[in-house]
């Protein structure tokens, strides 16, 4: 068992699909306002079966980005005021530079497709 990780993660390079990653979203608030919404967001996707945290860390927003990428997080969630007015979230996905602005209802849709599909969005030339 120990040596099917050991290749599993090493194929992957650490990198997993959102199917496989053990945190398969985090939930990054841009300040103290939108720690309500990001812990409803993530209680909401916990309920639905997806694995999800949320960043409460006292570290710089720019500090928690950089260590989601570092963690190799597949969708990175990033809450502002807006977003909490909109009810929506500013996805950015790791490997991809560009960011995308949806409601969190597409994004769940979204998550559902990934995981039930078990598609694999690690690699960053696949459009998701």
């Not at 919404?37 to 996707?45: D, K, R, T």
């Not at 996905?93 to 559902?112: H, N, P, W």
């Amino acid at each position: 068992m120990e040596r099917f990780f050991a290749i599993l993660i090493e194929h992957f390079g650490g990198a997993f699909p959102t199917w496989l990653a053990p945190v398969q979203a985090k939930i990054v608030p841009v300040n103290e306002s939108c720690e309500a919404f990001a812990n409803e967001l993530s209680a909401s996707l916990n309920s639905a079966g997806y694995r999800s945290e949320v960043d409460l860390a006292a570290d710089s927003f720019n500090k928690k980005i950089r260590n989601a990428v570092t963690q190799k997080i597949p969708n990175i969630l990033i809450v502002g005021n807006k977003e909490v007015e909109t009810n929506s979230v500013t996805l950015r996905r790791y490997c991809v530079k560009d960011q995308i602005t949806i409601s969190v209802d597409a994004f769940k849709e979204r998550l559902k497709k990934l995981v039930d599909g078990r598609v694999m969005d690690n690699d960053p030339t696949v459009e998701v």
